[in-house]
C-alpha cells in the first residue's frame, strides 16, 4: 500500500505507567472507583476482577492493566494488548437488576464509552450492536461484560473495556490494522490516558446510576442515537443458525431486533453482527 504524503506521522508511544493519584483525586463518582488495582502486566482484567468479586469485592472497584498476556473480546476472540498505549480495565458491578436484565449492563456501558469518546475527538462515535464502539466503520473499542447469576438474582457483573488509545496504525498487527483504528488515528495527537480513563469512569457512574434508579428505557433513546446499523442489511451469525435482515433497533431488553428476509421480526440475543453492502 502505497504511503499518504499528506499524513503526518504519529506521535512516539513512552512507556510511561497510568497515574492513578490524577484519577482518583477528580473522580467525585457515586459507585464506581472505590478502589484501583493497577498492574503493570496480567493474564486479563476480567479474570483478576471475577476472582475479586468471588472473594467478596464490593461493587466499583476497578482492575487496571498495561499489558495483557490473556486478553479476550467476545466469542473467544483475542483481544490485542500492547503495553503502555492503550486502556484495559475491568469493573466489579453488583447491580440491582433481575437476570434477564443483564445484557442492559452492556448496552448502558457503550453509551457511556461512546460519550466518553465524543468527549475527546470531533468524529461522532456509533455503536455496533451490542458491544463495539466504531469511527468511520472501524473498531475502537470493545466491551466483554461476564455474569454471576441465579434464577432470582445478579451475583455480580465484571464489565471488561478495551480501548485502542494511542495506538498508530502501523504499530497494529496486519490481521486488525484494516479493521481497527484508536483515538490517535481519529485525532492525530496522542491522548492522556489518565484524561481519558477518569471521564470514563465518571460516564460509566453516570449512565449505570440511570440505569439502576430509571430503568433502561431512560437510557434506550440514548444508544438508538448511537446505533451505527439501523435500516441497514446485515448478517448474524449465532450459534446454531445464520440470518439476514434488515436491522430495526433494539428491544427493552436491549435484543436485536432484525426483520429477516422472510418479513418476519425476530430478537437477536446474541450473535456476531456482519454489515452487508454499503
Known amino acids: 500500500m502505497s504511503k499518504n504524503p499528506d499524513r503526518k506521522p504519529a506521535a512516539p508511544v513512552e512507556n510511561n505507567p497510568l497515574s492513578l493519584d490524577v484519577i482518583d483525586g477528580a473522580l467525585g463518582t457515586k459507585r464506581l472507583g472505590t478502589k484501583f488495582h493497577y498492574f503493570q502486566e496480567i493474564d486479563s482484567t476480567n479474570s483478576y476482577a471475577r476472582r ?15 499489558y495483557q498476556s490473556d486478553g479476550r473480546g467476545r466469542l473467544g ?17 453488583r447491580p440491582a437488576l433481575a437476570p434477564a436484565h443483564a445484557p442492559q449492563i452492556t448496552l ?13 475527538v470531533a468524529e461522532p462515535p ?3 450492536w451490542p458491544n463495539d464502539i466504531l469511527i468511520r466503520g472501524k473498531k475502537l473499542a470493545g466491551i466483554l461484560t461476564e455474569s454471576s447469576c441465579d434464577a432470582k438474582r445478579i451475583e455480580f457483573v465484571i464489565l471488561g473495556i478495551g480501548v ?10 496486519e ?12 485525532g492525530r495527537k496522542s491522548f492522556s490516558r ?6 470514563l469512569i465518571q460516564d460509566l457512574d453516570r449512565c449505570y446510576g440511570i440505569l439502576e434508579d430509571l430503568g433502561f428505557d431512560a437510557i434506550a433513546p440514548r444508544w438508538e442515537a448511537y446505533f451505527a446499523l439501523r435500516g441497514r442489511r446485515v448478517r448474524v451469525e449465532m450459534v446454531d443458525e445464520v440470518i439476514s435482515g434488515t436491522a430495526t433497533g433494539i428491544d427493552g431488553d436491549g435484543a436485536l431486533l ?11 440475543l446474541a450473535g456476531d453482527v456482519i454489515p452487508l453492502g454499503a
Open 194 to 199: 489518565e484524561n481519558f480513563l477518569r471521564r
Open 52 to 66: 475479586l468479586a468471588e472473594a467478596g469485592a464490593p461493587e466499583g472497584e476497578v482492575v487496571i492493566a498495561e
Open 175 to 186: 490481521t486488525i490494522r484494516d479493521r481497527a483504528t484508536s483515538l490517535m488515528e481519529v
Open 126 to 128: 456509533a455503536i455496533k
Open 77 to 93: 476472540r483475542n483481544w490485542v494488548s500492547p503495553p503502555f498505549s492503550n486502556l484495559y480495565c475491568s469493573l466489579v458491578l
Open 164 to 173: 485502542n488509545l494511542n495506538f498508530p496504525r502501523e504499530r497494529m498487527p
Open 108 to 120: 448502558m456501558a457503550a453509551v457511556a464509552l461512546a460519550d466518553t469518546v465524543a468527549a475527546f
Open 258 to 268: 432484525l426483520e429477516a428476509e422472510d418479513g418476519v421480526l425476530r430478537r437477536v
